[in-house]
């Protein structure tokens, strides 16, 4: 399809478990995001890749989180050692533009991770 | 650091029916500011996307405004159909990240 893609669509992990997550973007899509998104709520913001670069990870709640988007296309999110407060959609967007706030975002269909 | 308010958290309505969805935020140093619908269990979709420049964008039954002076939005649907029925987020870009509203809930019944 010509959407953002993710997998898994669902997510149960025991809690100490590690975890990853998997967002492919529109093809040729500069900008990349990862969202937290509780029930409830609005999306947080956690990490933004320009390519392959990651220019913000002020968002990411702990050093349990990682992001990776080595070739500037898919993009990795990872959590060590899972807490139940880690539970939550996982959303991740991307947009054409390189200067991410000059287009509009397009976003997956999330992973909702349940940490028991 | 921005805050994004939404209000009201939910409204129903008819069918048929004109309504209007505010948004505050507390810094007006914006790039721009985004309207985006979610249905139950899905990713956001976007609806219309406001420079800080521009007053209002219009797609279709939709209307937003931009305030930026005041830190307002309203997104106007025209003629709600139940299809319509979802959650609106507000969100404002003051750099790379984007700082969401909470949400209103809306229903529309037939």
């Known amino acids: 399809g010509a959407g953002v893609s993710q997998s898994p669509r669902y997510k149960v992990a025991k809690r100490g478990q590690d975890v990853a997550l998997r967002c492919d973007p529109i093809s040729g899509h500069v900008s990349l995001f990862w969202y937290q998104q509780a029930l409830g709520q609005g999306p947080e913001f956690l990490t933004y890749?320009?390519?392959?670069?990651?220019?913000?990870k002020s968002g990411l709640p702990s050093d349990r989180f990682f992001a990776e988007r080595p070739e500037g296309s898919v993009s990795t999110l990872k959590i060590q050692r899972t807490q139940q407060e880690d539970s939550a959609v996982y959303l991740c967007?991307?947009?054409?533009?390189?200067?991410?706030?000059?287009?509009?975002?397009?976003f997956g269909n999330g992973t909702r991770l349940t940490v028991t | 650091k921005q805050e994004v308010t939404q209000i009201p958290a939910a409204l129903s309505v008819p069918e048929g029916e004109n309504l209007v969805l505010n948004c505050s935020f507390t810094d007006s140093a914006i790039y721009n500011l985004q309207w985006f619908r979610q249905d139950p269990g899905k990713g956001l979709t976007s609806l219309l996307l406001?420079?800080?420049?521009?007053r209002e964008q219009t797609s279709g039954r939709l209307n937003a405004s931009l305030d930026k002076s005041s830190g307002r939005s309203t997104l106007y649907i025209a003629a709600s159909q139940p299809g319509d029925s979802a959650t609106y987020l507000c969100a404002v870009s003051s750099g790379y990240a984007l700082n969401f509203g909470k949400g209103t809930s809306l229903l529309v019944t037939p």
């Open positions: 890749f320009q390519n392959e670069a990651q220019l913000d």
């Open positions: 967007a991307s947009s054409l533009s390189g200067l991410s706030y000059n287009s509009p975002l397009h």
């Open positions: 406001i420079q800080s420049s521009q």
